[in-house]
């Protein structure tokens, strides 16, 4: 009889989803979208945001160089993954920028301008001559090589959570810059449609190098509450309604913010 008890959650488990690890696996990564605490470095100020409203004094992250962007180091929760993550967030008074992605493992090193040049002392086309012959049109993006690297080496699930933006977009979108956005949002569905199967290297090496989120926002920073103060180091609490109504809805099988990926 004992055994039969035992055996009766994992038949129901068994017979509502098809992959039971799997299931809890989104169950647990929802859970972890909701809070945020982390302690980063440097940073300095004090600053509240209530989903795209910041308001404050924050000055966080920074540059080793004129132009290098490679300051701003975290460790904690944040963005559904436990670990180190870079973090980049200014404010002075309701404008600023936010930055914010996960950091790959520490055996992944970043390569520098030197790795794509030649012995011989010609510079490696690479994918990102190939994506200006597709669509000559684009304009070519600021070179960035460090973060994407870091970005590159995340998890699809990591990238979906990363963001890079200004406060100031939320107050006046320019029509040259919607114009630009849906220009590219067609392009990267196009490029998608060309091959469903990810077997073509150069398509994917475009989508690689221009992600969905690359200069935009996840649907929960809008719902995101969060605190930051730091005099040195910083610390940064948080919790966002709209993953913890995701992570509820989640037991039902129904992914509101769609962010149950492998």
Same mark, same amino acid.
């Given at each position: ?7 009766? *959650? ?31 470095? *440097?940073?300095?100020?004090?600053? /509240?945001?209530l ?7 924050? @000055?966080? &992250? ?13 460790y904690?929760?944040?963005g &559904?993954? @436990? ?25 992944f ?22 994506s &200006? ?5 684009? *304009?070519?993006?600021?070179? %960035? ?12 699930? %990591? ?42 290297? $150069?398509? %994917?090496?475009?989508? $690689? ?8 926002? *996840?649907? $929960?920073?809008?719902? %995101? ?8 180091? &910083? ?5 966002? /309604? $709209? ?20």
């Open positions: 009889m004992r055994i039969l008890v035992r055996l009766i *959650p994992t038949f129901i488990c068994a017979l509502l989803f098809t992959d039971c690890a799997t299931y809890w696996s989104h169950r647990k990564n929802d859970l972890q979208d909701v809070f945020t605490f982390g302690v980063e470095n *440097p940073g300095y100020g004090v600053g /509240v945001r989903g795209p409203l910041a308001g404050g004094f924050v @000055f966080q &992250g920074g540059e080793s160089a004129p132009g290098k962007r490679d300051l701003g180091i975290g904690g929760l944040r &559904g993954s @436990f670990g180190s993550y870079r973090s980049q967030q200014l404010i002075f008074g309701i404008l600023g920028s936010d930055k914010f992605h996960s950091l790959p493992s520490k055996n090193t970043v390569s520098g301008p030197s790795s794509d040049t030649n012995p011989n002392g010609k510079t490696d086309s690479g994918p990102r001559e190939n &200006g012959l597709i669509f000559p049109e684009l *304009p070519d993006t600021e070179s %960035q090589e460090g973060t994407d690297s870091e970005m590159d080496a995340l998890e699809e699930r %990591q990238k979906a959570k990363s963001y890079s933006l200004r406060y100031l977009q939320f107050y006046n979108i320019p029509v040259d810059e919607r114009r630009r956005k849906k220009k590219e949002a067609f392009f990267r569905k196009y490029v998608q449609s060309l091959d469903p199967d990810k077997r073509n290297d $150069a398509l %994917q090496a475009y989508l $690689a190098q221009n992600p969905e989120n690359k200069d935009d926002y *996840p649907l $929960a920073f809008l719902y %995101q509450i969060e605190v930051y103060l730091g005099l040195r180091y &910083g610390i940064r609490i948080g919790f966002n /309604v $709209a993953e913890f109504l995701d992570f509820i809805l989640g037991f039902t099988g129904l992914d509101l913010l769609e962010d149950d990926i492998e």
